[in-house]
């Protein structure tokens, strides 16, 4: 009896010695479909953010209501997508980095909150250009940093174009967030 558990223990160290030597597993393997999940939330707020919010085209706004303030002309943001200017700033920290998040709020000062009502700057113009969207079909390659941070290469498509864009996913105390606003044209 004592030499059978000998042996069988003696084969469960060989299996564990060699299993030591296996090749190593790349960091996607780690990831739990949560995460690959969260990045691919952060991806498309990033571009929605970039093609309706603040570079390619704007919040709706009521013209009719404009009014002046300081020198400019504002009206009251009527987008359902945010009912608050600070719907808007709390959903652009969702995204990203603290740092970036006050960047883009410098930034992008066209949106204010004005007596109580969220509104847009109407002396500025959306800059055009084509809206690329996520390719849902496509897995994106995933590398972990040394910084603990991850990248991921997501194919982006408009229309029957597609394109390649990096994004960096930081991981903060509030969970992943994006590194910066990224323009995809």
């Not at 093609?51 to 009527?78: H, M, Q, Y």
């Not at 603290?98 to 004005?114: M, T």
């Not at 390719?135 to 997501?154: C, F, H, L, Q, W």
Request: net charge negative; aromatic share 12%; proline share 2%.
């Amino acid at each position: 009896m004592k030499r059978a558990v000998s042996f069988l223990s003696a084969i469960i160290m060989l299996f564990a010695f060699a299993s030591c030597g296996q090749q190593e597993i790349s960091p996607e393997t780690y990831l739990g479909e949560g995460t690959k999940i969260r990045f691919r939330m952060l991806v498309d707020a990033n571009q929605k953010l970039y093609n309706d919010v603040f570079v390619l085209d704007r919040l709706e706004c009521d013209e009719s209501k404009a009014f002046e303030k300081d020198g400019e002309r504002w009206a009251p943001v009527t987008d359902k997508s945010y009912s608050s200017y600070k719907m808007l700033e709390d959903h652009i920290k969702e995204v990203y980095t603290e740092e970036c998040a006050a960047k883009l709020l410098e930034d992008y000062d066209f949106y204010r909150e004005i007596d109580g009502v969220f509104c847009l700057r109407l002396t500025e113009t959306p800059g055009g250009g084509k809206k690329w969207a996520r390719d849902n079909t496509a897995e994106p390659r995933i590398t972990e940093n040394k910084d603990g941070s991850y990248t991921a290469v997501y194919r982006l498509v408009c229309e029957n174009k597609s394109m390649k864009e990096k994004f960096t996913f930081v991981r903060t105390d509030s969970g992943f967030r994006l590194d910066e606003l990224r323009a995809a044209d």
